[in-house]
Every structure is written in structure tokens, then in C-alpha cells.
């Protein structure tokens, strides 16, 4: 009887968690659709039109850089918000509310939030990356000259090489009078060779 009301429990939380990866991955796929295909190609028709309307330029641009910033926040704070009931598909709604024209979610989150915000520190960002600039410089030149310091010493290594295999090594004293005695006991077995023939 309570291996009954285990199996059944068990069939039932299996169902579940089914359902709700179909339901995440319907979720994500239509954030795909409708936060990033769908507005990329609107803004692809507003910018191929001959004479595009400024306004409509405006509208998506502002609308790329709410999904920049977004994305970064997301990045930092899905670990702590995403757990939450409902969060992907409130994330799908706002993206939805962001480009609807009715709405105008675009203008109103951006002129009301970000640009606000973005106005009162741009100092300080643009001396920030000013700053941050200027280190990852440094930090490239440093490793630019690391790398053709370690190219070079690789470079003269390998012609190093390559020069004491290409060039014969000169045999010893020793090796030589070797060879010499060798050459002469030969030359003597030789002869007496052809003596007792």
C-alpha cells in the first residue's frame, strides 16, 4: 500500500518537473523570439528605408540599449531573482511592453529611468572608462611586449637548432688517430692477403 502512494508520487512529480522544462524552454524560446528576432528586424526595416523617420531610430536605439543594460543586470542579478515564480515569463512580458507601440514602454522606461540616471553619473562613467581605457592599454602593451620577447627567444632557439643539425661535427683527436690506426692495421691485413695469394 505505501509502495502504491510512492510510485504515484513519484509519477506525479516526474510529470511535473516535464511540464515545467517544456515550459522554461517555451518560455526562453519565445524571449528569443520576441525580446531579440522580432525587434532586430524592425529596426533592420527602419534602418533600410531610404529616408528612415528619426523618431523611429530613436525609438530602437533606445530600445537596444534598455536590452544592453538589462543583460547586465541580468548577468549580475539572475543568480538572486530568478528563482522566483514566474520570472522568465514577466522577463518575456516587459521585453514584449518595451517594443509595443501602443505602450510606448521604450520612451517612457528610458526617458523616465535610464536616461535620469545615466545623465546624473556621466561624469563619472566617462572618467571611469576614461580610466579603464587606459589600464587595459597598459595591460596590452605589457603583454604585446611579453609575447614578442617569448617569440624571439623561441625564434633564436629554433635557428639555434637548426644550425647544429645542419653543420657536421667535427670528430675528436682521439677518434681521428683511431680511425688512422684502424685505416693502417687494415691496409697491412690487406697486403698480407695479397702476399699469401
Known amino acids: 500500500m505505501m509502495m502504491m502512494i510512492l510510485n504515484r508520487d513519484w ?4 510529470r511535473d518537473t516535464v511540464i515545467t522544462m517544456i515550459g522554461s524552454l517555451l518560455t526562453r524560446v519565445l524571449l528569443m523570439v520576441f525580446g531579440y528576432v522580432y525587434p532586430a528586424y524592425e529596426c533592420f526595416k527602419t534602418v533600410e528605408q531610404n529616408k528612415p523617420e528619426i523618431q523611429q531610430l530613436q525609438f530602437w536605439c533606445q530600445y537596444w540599449i534598455l536590452v544592453a543594460a538589462l543583460t547586465v543586470f541580468e548577468r549580475v542579478g539572475d543568480a538572486l531573482i530568478s528563482w522566483l515564480p514566474m520570472y522568465s515569463e514577466a522577463k518575456l512580458a516587459f521585453f514584449i511592453y518595451l517594443w509595443l507601440p501602443n505602450t510606448k514602454g521604450t520612451t517612457y522606461v528610458y526617458d523616465s529611468f535610464f536616461k ?58 682521439e677518434k ?22
Open 116 to 173: 535620469p540616471y545615466v545623465s546624473k553619473h556621466e561624469n563619472e562613467i566617462d572618467r571611469n572608462l576614461v580610466e579603464l581605457k587606459t589600464r587595459a592599454g597598459d595591460v596590452a602593451m605589457i603583454y604585446m611586449q611579453k609575447a614578442i620577447n617569448h617569440g624571439q627567444t623561441r625564434f633564436f632557439e629554433i635557428l639555434q637548432y637548426i644550425t647544429e643539425q645542419s653543420t657536421p661535427k667535427p670528430q675528436s683527436k
Open 176 to 197: 681521428k688517430e683511431t680511425t688512422t690506426a684502424e685505416l693502417d692495421h687494415a691496409k697491412v691485413n690487406d697486403d698480407a692477403k695479397k702476399a699469401a695469394n
Open 11 to 14: 509519477r506525479t512529480v516526474q
